[in-house]
C-alpha cells in the first residue's frame, strides 16, 4: 500500500505488521522514514494520504457505501 506523507515529497509502501494487529510497517522508505519502521493506524491517518486504491480501502473502507448509497 503506497502513501505520500501530507506534508513533504515523501511515498513510503507499508504492509500489515506479522507480529502487531493494528500496526504496519515500512517496506520502501527513505533516510527521514527507513525500512522497518513500525506505524499505527492513527499515525497514517494523521500523517499521510493514500496513493493507491488499497490504501485508500485501508483509511477509508466505508467509502463505497457513503459515496453511493444503495438505490430503493
Same mark, same amino acid.
Given at each position: 500500500?503506497?502513501? *505520500?506523507?501530507?506534508?513533504?515529497?515523501?511515498?513510503?509502501?507499508?504492509?500489515?505488521?506479522?507480529?502487531?494487529?493494528?500496526?504496519?510497517?515500512?517496506? =520502501?522508505? *527513505? %533516510?527521514?522514514?527507513?525500512?522497518?519502521?513500525? +506505524?499505527?493506524? %492513527? $499515525? #497514517?491517518?494523521?500523517?499521510? $494520504?493514500?496513493?493507491?486504491?488499497?490504501? +485508500? %480501502?485501508?483509511?477509508?473502507?466505508? =467509502? *463505497?457505501?457513503?459515496?453511493?448509497?444503495? #438505490? #430503493?
Amino acid at each position: 500500500m503506497k502513501f *505520500n506523507l501530507k506534508r513533504g515529497f515523501c511515498q513510503v509502501i507499508i504492509v500489515k505488521h506479522p507480529n502487531s494487529p493494528g500496526m504496519y510497517r515500512i517496506i =520502501r522508505g *527513505n %533516510e527521514w522514514l527507513p525500512v522497518g519502521y513500525v +506505524l499505527s493506524m %492513527e $499515525t #497514517i491517518n494523521k500523517y499521510f $494520504t493514500p496513493v493507491d486504491g488499497e490504501a +485508500l %480501502e485501508l483509511v477509508d473502507p466505508d =467509502r *463505497n457505501e457513503r459515496l453511493c448509497p444503495p #438505490i #430503493i
